[in-house]
Nanobody, 120 residues
Framework: QVHLVESGGGSVQAGGSLKLSCAVS?????RAWFRQAPAKEREGVAQ???????IYADSVKDRFIISQDSANGTLHLQMNSLKPEDTAMYYC?????????????????WGQGTQVTVSS
């Protein structure tokens, strides 16, 4: 079993920054952030494996950075240059296996979500 608890969401103006964190307990070689805006499908944002390999969605490349704390396994998402279209519920996800693509079906365990709102 893998248990995930997100924190760090909030409201910010366009161009601002936020950092999300996800406390991860249990074995999880693959960790990721997904997001879902109202009336839209859940989409992958960024993924990192325990070997350090990362995958980013095109929409967040060069703005968001995914990282993991090797000391305690906490997953982070540093979000810079935020845009109103980044507004969504953000979910942390993890899986014991090695995910090769940023797809929701690759992840068996999910957090409860944290809201990010970007105003123009």
């Amino acid at each position: 079993q893998v248990h995930l608890v997100e924190s760090g969401g909030g409201s910010v103006q366009a161009g601002g920054s936020l950092k999300l964190s996800c406390a991860v307990s249990g074995l999880a070689h693959s960790r990721a952030w997904f997001r879902q805006a109202p009336a839209k499908e859940r989409e992958g944002v960024a993924q990192i494996n325990t070997n350090g390999h990362t995958i980013y969605a095109d929409s967040v490349k060069d703005r968001f950075i995914i990282s993991q704390d090797s000391a305690n396994g906490t997953l982070h998402l540093q979000m810079n240059s935020l845009k109103p279209e980044d507004t969504a519920m953000y979910y942390c996800a993890a899986d014991p296996g090695w995910s090769r693509s940023l797809a929701s079906w690759n992840f068996a365990f999910w957090g409860q979500g944290t809201q990010v709102t970007v105003s123009s």
